[in-house]
């Protein structure tokens, strides 16, 4: 069973920085990419940037520069790491496991989301 537990939203003032952690559970055998996504109200979720399990990252061309995510040694927990943050950036942030298998399509689970708000 794939666990997702998410922590470090909150409220921060523009220009300011802030670091999301996701805690990871799930089986050793298999292959996953890690990746954070946003939502806000009214929108759909949208990839804000990912990992995969060889190390390789990808990022909305948005967040290009400011954001940083990385993983530990251990793939227990997935970081982001977000600068020189704007009110833009306010949303619900979501840790987002992708399952890669040989044999059958992907399969994605979600973390339950934390709040991160940029305001003055």
């Known amino acids: 069973q794939v666990q997702l537990v998410e922590s470090g939203g909150g409220l921060v003032q523009p220009g300011g920085s802030l670091r999301l952690s996701c805690a990871f559970s799930g089986s050793i055998f298999q292959i996953y990419n890690m990746g954070w996504y946003r939502q806000t109200p009214g929108n759909e979720r949208e990839l804000v940037a990912q990992i995969t399990d060889g190390g390789s990252t990808n990022y909305d061309e948005s967040v290009k520069g400011r954001f940083t995510v990385s993983r530990d040694n251990a793939k227990t927990t997935v970081y982001l790491q977000m600068t020189s943050l704007k009110p833009d950036d306010t949303a619900v942030y979501y840790c987002?496991?992708?399952?890669?298998?040989?044999?059958?399509?992907?399969?994605?689970?979600w973390g339950q989301g934390t709040q991160v708000t940029v305001s003055s």
């Open positions: 987002n496991a992708r399952r890669v298998t040989f044999t059958t399509a992907p399969r994605d689970f």
